[in-house]
């Protein structure tokens, strides 16, 4: 007996990516796809699939501007504000900052708040 007798012939194909995606650029893509048979008069279906790009952290945070010139007036008290600063990533996923002061600060006379970025 033929082992494929009674049983409905099948073809697999995979669709692959051909370059690197980027979620930035396109959150997803619809395609379209044609399944097409050898008949002397063709027939095909089709069905749609939806490609959903998944986001990676692959955007450094940024702020408004590389350098800040803030100033405080002498005898200020201390706690008095000298700056907020505020950073933004090109990440589609929702991201969130740790500040910290990393030089200029040996005798640690300035503070920051490592999650709101206010000194
Ligand atoms: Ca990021
Ligand atoms: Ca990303």
Not at 46 to 61: A, G, K
Not at 73 to 102: K, M
Request: hydrophobic share 30%.
């Amino acid at each position: 007996m033929d082992e494929h007798e009674g049983t409905r012939e099948s073809c697999r194909r995979n669709i692959r990516t051909k370059v690197v995606l980027d979620v930035e650029t396109k959150r997803g893509y619809w395609l379209t796809v044609y399944a097409q048979d050898h008949g002397v008069v063709p027939l095909s279906s089709s069905l749609q699939v939806y490609v959903e790009v998944l986001d990676e952290n692959d955007n450094t945070p940024l702020t408004e501007l590389p350098v800040y010139y803030p100033s405080v007036p002498e005898n200020s008290p201390a706690g008095v504000s000298v700056l907020q600063i505020r950073a933004f990533d090109h990440d589609v996923s929702p991201q969130q900052f740790v500040f910290t002061i990393s030089s200029g600060n040996p005798e640690g006379y300035f503070l920051i708040n490592s999650t709101t970025g206010s000194g």
